[in-house]
């Protein structure tokens, strides 16, 4: 398949590189230091799953500049989709496909302003992956999973884009009902998010202490309710049920969020737990301990904030 990445880090470079690997045409947008590090040696994902190289004629510095593709990936931080979004109206052609790999709820409705709604597949991964220097992506643990689908009708693209994921060894799903598969992610990533980077641990901390899990429940349970009021199919007991999946993963698993604050990087605060809050607001959910979070995370919400300033 023609594939397009945009935004080469952890996730985009983990995933395209895959996908590269597997014989299939990637074409990476990156930018500033990481873009200029691969166009000279190329981009390297080190992998307990086996290292993969992406040779630098694979980068280009711009999505004007991508050739025509099949399907479009989407992995840039949660600020920069409007931006890209806007960029890929004129690439995105009749048969082109466009699918997030962001976090968050609200990715699909900025990409929707932008794009016809029928190009647009609903998606998200499991992974834990970052830009360790310029031009190197390091994919921690083996799990690298994505689950994707069509919001209305379905084209015989995703039974193809499943199929090249699978054979390039990603463990991908298609699933008939992404809208509640993005949910049910929200749901645990803003439980996990928040409070591994409010307490600055990972979550066997958070789950053996009886006050640190309740929160991490009641996180999880005012997302889940948001959700529910906005007619997603959840089930009622869906917060409880990840408290228990919570119980079974490694205790030092964390969020992108927890390691983006302590690199002190900008965090996706505001479509996290901000957004439980905004849309809490809107529908007339109380957030009470989503609002917390995010009025404690606050002033981190640009990256590291300068003592006194
Ligand atoms: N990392 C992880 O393990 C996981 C991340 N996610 C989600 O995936 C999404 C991506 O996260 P992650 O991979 O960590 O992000 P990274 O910061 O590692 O990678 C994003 C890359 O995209 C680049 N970029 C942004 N805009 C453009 C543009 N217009 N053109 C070219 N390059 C661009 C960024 O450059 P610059 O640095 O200059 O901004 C950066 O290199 C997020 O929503 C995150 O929540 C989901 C699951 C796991
Ligand atoms: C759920 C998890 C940890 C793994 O994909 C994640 O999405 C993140 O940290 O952003």
Redesign the pocket.
């Known amino acids: 398949m023609r594939i397009a990445v945009?935004?080469?880090?952890?996730?985009?470079?983990y995933f395209g590189a895959r996908l590269a690997a597997g014989g299939h045409e990637v074409t990476f947008?990156?930018?500033?230091a990481?873009?200029r590090a691969v166009r000279e040696h190329g981009l390297l994902v080190r992998s307990p799953l086996g290292d993969l190289r992406v040779p630098a004629a694979s980068v280009v510095p711009?999505?004007a500049e991508l050739p025509p593709v099949d399907v479009v990936i989407v992995?840039?931080?949660?600020w920069?989709t409007e931006?890209?979004a806007a960029?890929l109206r004129d690439v995105v052609g009749a048969g082109t496909r466009v699918v997030s790999?962001?976090?968050?709820v609200r990715?699909d409705d900025v990409l929707r302003r932008h794009l016809p709604a029928e190009a647009v597949w609903g998606g998200v991964?499991?992974?834990?992956?970052?830009?360790e220097e310029p031009g190197v992506v390091v994919h921690r643990g083996e799990l690298q999973k994505l689950v994707f689908g069509p919001y209305g009708e379905d084209s015989h693209l995703t039974a193809e884009f499943l199929d090249a994921c699978r054979s390039c060894g990603i463990e991908a799903d298609l699933s008939p009902d992404i809208e509640r598969v993005v949910w049910e992610k929200f749901v645990f990533l803003v439980g996990l998010s928040a409070t591994t980077s409010a307490v600055r641990q990972p979550i066997g901390v958070i789950r053996a202490d009886s006050r640190s899990r309740e929160l991490l429940h009641d996180v999880m349970a005012e997302a889940l309710e948001v959700g529910r009021a906005a007619g997603v199919k959840l089930d009622p007991g869906f917060a409880d049920e990840r408290l228990a999946f919570c119980d079974t993963v490694p205790a030092g698993m964390s969020s992108?969020?927890h390691h983006d604050l302590t690199q002190g990087n900008r965090p996706?605060l505001p479509w996290l737990s901000g957004s439980v809050v905004d849309l809490g607001r809107e529908l007339g959910i109380p957030t009470p301990r989503n609002r917390t979070i995010a009025d404690i995370l606050a002033p981190y919400e640009l990256g590291r904030p300068e003592a006194g300033s």
């Open positions: 945009v935004g080469a880090g952890g996730v985009g470079g947008v990156a930018r500033g990481h873009l711009a999505i992995a840039v931080k949660l920069d931006d890209v960029q790999l962001q976090n968050g990715k991964c499991y992974i834990s992956a970052v830009i992108s969020m996706e």
